[in-house]
Nanobody
Framework: QVQLVESGGGLVQPGGSLRLSCVTS????????MFWYRQAPGKEREWVAR???????NYRSSVQGRFIISRNDVKNTVYLQMNNLRSEDTAVYYC????????????WGQGTQVTVSV
């Protein structure tokens, strides 16, 4: 049974930091690219960061330099360190596992709420 469980969200003031975690099970984590997405109220879900199976990382431009994605293949966990948070980062954050080269094989977590507000 595939599971992705996000945690670490919460309420933080602008300029603050949070670290999200996504613990996975039920699939061979080390073979998958891992993503963080987010969805703000009334908006489309958007890609935030990606880390490939070999550790290469990419970010959307609005979080570049503030967010860091990392993975631990022993713990089957992906992380998102979020620094210098802004109000526009407020959203539900989801992790996603994507198997490269195999269309349609991807898994989602249930999401964790991040609210940036004074």
């Amino acid at each position: 049974q595939v599971q992705l469980v996000e945690s670490g969200g919460g309420l933080v003031q602008p300029g603050g930091s949070l670290r999200l975690s996504c613990v996975t099970s039920g699939f061979t984590f080390s073979n998958y690219h891992m993503f963080w997405y987010r969805q703000a109220p009334g908006k489309e879900r958007e890609w935030v960061a990606r880390i490939t199976a070999t550790g290469g990382a990419n970010y959307r431009s609005s979080v570049q330099g503030r967010f860091i994605i990392s993975r631990n293949d022993v713990k089957n966990t992906v992380y998102l360190q979020m620094n210098n948070l802004r109000s526009e980062d407020t959203a539900v954050y989801y992790c996603n596992a994507f198997l490269p080269g195999v269309p349609g094989v991807d898994y989602w977590g249930q999401g964790t709420q991040v609210t940036v507000s004074v």
